[in-house]
């Protein structure tokens, strides 16, 4: 359905009654009053001495003030026309509805300060970078980000915080004259609180979160980014936590303790006595409190109350969001609605609507309600409110009349005038502007290292900051001159306490570096090291590093490759990813492969990752002097976005035989996308080796500083390994020792011995003994197998006596009376089932344990009469 909007009506819920005033171009105000007549024969003009003649540039910042919004729009908003072409028509021009959107905008705004005189003006629309006024509803850009962070406000907060620099509102009263679009913020990467807040909201947005931005007031510290005075987060908790020792289980007979013959009247006194001197101290102390907390406390604000500020709301419509909460664009994070430095709301908006606060924020925004469809407390612009706000019954798309189409025939907001917010792979690792982002809180508290030079030869002490893999690194460099022990420079990292000292050794004109790696990147100095390349699974066999470039070695390995070669981007040239250096190029060859053909087997692979091609060159094939190349050129991330895409004009190729049939595209894709698979392998290889490069000369220097004497595993006196093993070893020959030892008793030996043992015996005695023996053996099985059942119906009624107890008293338990009713209803159950198994066991073996004994009389020859 295509809405009409010639014949609109401007319609207000609360300002239907009142008067419409003329909407006047600022410059025809500005020429009715230059061309006014002065009367003549008055040396100071009709109004007194102190009269000051308006122009042009007085009316245009009184506009400014106001609010008031352009109703005219020029068609070169910027003059030079090379200029132009670089900014899409949207920046530099308002489309038919943009145009309908301001006048209606212009008009809510002189509707709302009539009713409303003692209010500031609302910040409806500003400037974009080309100059051209847009409401700021439609400078909103809702973008999806492909990085996982994205997908949480967390993760969207903290990489506007980090991406940006704050740039203060130059009058702090007043909203910004001039609103940059997001894209030219993430590329200036800088803005003021409200591009901030307009940035982080177009992620949120896009995320699935239903966010705002706001406009208000908030304070001093708030809004000049002062954190001073804000505890650093990064600092451990060095509050001591005591444990409570457990209290021990009650026993049935104790030991009454000996008569306590102190005074009662003595210990409460002395008692009394202690609480005083402690009450004593604790209020000295709180005096010396307050007395710091005076002398820290900030001079008073003369503007307090009146500082415009902007920060986002996310109200609980959306994912995962239970309540609403404030997000603080500069930091990143989050606060409740009591947050004391927000000190009331003027208005808030998103892509679909403008809504201005109607509430007191006597008390700040606490009391505050955030439901817009509240019409008592907000006051929207657009007539009709947005679907996905809507409830489900006021949505019915099944019931559709003619009365709800003509009833939904209102003006709603225009698409976002903004193009498309893009994050490369570059710009999301060095999300820091230059590489670095100092903090307010870490500069307040390294302001004691200040330049100066002291007895011990310090020149000069210099404190660097730095931001990288999101983890805070400090550094301080120190200079000295005419140390005894030679000491030039040393550098410590606040943080971790890493310390790396360079020291002058020789003459002046020799300087030799000596590094002490407890967290100093020794992966950057020049050395060379080697491997046995059979014990590694990646056969290495020679590394040699270097401050640009790294050299690995390989041999026998399944791929045939056996050379690797990586250059770096030299310190302090662009950007770098923090503790990790640039890699500019990547270099790699392998042998032949006699099982593919020569023009499809790879000789050497160049991969320009600063450039962004990747450049291969084949074996040479049997009776030619050249050999097979190709190129590819990698398409822009934008392109790559949902799926690698092929290009043929992106790749060229050198054919030994020209009579060759050109390869397929289906060959140069699959080609293409092992080798973006092969690049991404490497450089993850190349991060693992410097890791573990890294790690050995940690390892090093720890064995180093604290050498331990290695004892051979022969030496059985000092090897308690070794002796360990050779304990365990006699239990072993022990225990072998006593089961052949059993396995040659004999069982029937106390039975002859009752008959004397004669040497021959008759049936009668050879049947006597028979049964006694199977007597026994029934009665030794009867008796373990009702010991077994006894102890299987007790456990059984302990364990149904626990339950009783557990279910009259669950709801009195605490947390470590339930978890230790479960650790031992797990354990008693657990026996239960060993011992129901035992049983069965024993049932089903007493037949086979039968039969054997009856095997064991029919093999004794001293019972063949039996037989």
Known sequence: MVTNFSNLSLKFDSFQSLPVPSLTRVDSVCEDVIEEEIIPGSDYGPYGKDYKEITEKHLKQIALDLGLIKLHWPEKSIPDADQRKHY?????????????????????RRHYHFVYKDRKPLFLAAANECGLQKMVCTTIRPTTIRFPEFRTWEGCS????????????????LPPEKLFSPTAVMERQKGNIFEYSILLTSFLIGSGYDAYVASGYSTREFCKFDQTRILCPGLPDFTLREEEPEEEKGTKYVVKPPADLQSKFLLEMEMK??????????????????????????????????????????LPTSIKVMEPFFIDPLTGNKYQLSEPNYLGVESIWNTTNYWVNLQSCSEGCKNMKFDLMDTECWEHLLPGEPRQIRSSEQVDDEEVSLYNILAEKHLDMPASWVKKICISNTVYE???????????????????FAPYVQ????????????DYDWSDTIWIYEYYHNRADCLLEIR???????????????????????????????????????????ARTDGLKKLEMDPVYLIENFQDRLDYLYYRKVDYQPRGQGQVEGPKRNVLKLVEEFHRNEEKIADKDIARRTFAVADGHILLKFHYTLGKITAATREFIKSQLTEMAEGLTFNPELTAGYQTDPTDVPQKQLYLFNLLEEQLQAEENSLLSIRQMEDEVSTVLKQRYHEMSEPNLEISIFNMERNELAKESMKERDKQICAQVARHVEGDIDFLAPYFARIGNPETITQQQALKIREDCISDFKHLLTERMNRIQENFEKLGEAIETKNMWYEQEQDNLT?????????????????????????????DLATIRYQNLEAFFLADKRLNILY
């Open 815 to 843: 947390r470590a009376e339930e978890e230790a009713y479960l650790k031992t209803n797990t354990e008693m159950m657990f026996m239960l089932h060993v011992l129901a198994t035992r049983l069965n066991r024993f049932r």
């Open 455 to 466: 007895e011990d030869g310090l020149v000069t002490r210099i404190t660097t900051y730095a």
């Open 88 to 108: 899409p028509s949207s920046y530099i021009q308002n489309n038919n509805k943009e145009k309908l959107l301001l006048w209606y905008t212009e008009n809510f």
């Open 158 to 173: 903290s990489f506007v915080a980090d991406h940006l620099d704050y740039e203060p509102l130059e009058k702090p009263g």
């Open 430 to 448: 060095n999300r820091f502007p230059n590489g670095k982002k100092v903090n307010l809180y870490k500069k307040a508290k390294l302001e004691r």
């Open 492 to 534: 410590k990292n606040l943080l971790d306490n890493s310390i790396m000292e360079i020291f002058k050794r020789g003459r002046d004109d020799c300087l030799n570096e000596h590094s002490y790696f407890v967290g100093g990147n020794g992966v950057e100095d020049k050395r060379t090291m080697l491997f046995y390349h059979k």
């Open 273 to 314: 006595r202690m609480h005083k001197i402690e009450e004593e101290e604790q209020k000295l102390r709180d005096e010396e409190r307050l007395i710091i907390e005076e002398f820290e406390k900030p001079p008073p604000d003369e503007i307090f109350g009146t500082r415009v500020h902007s920060w986002v709301v996310v």
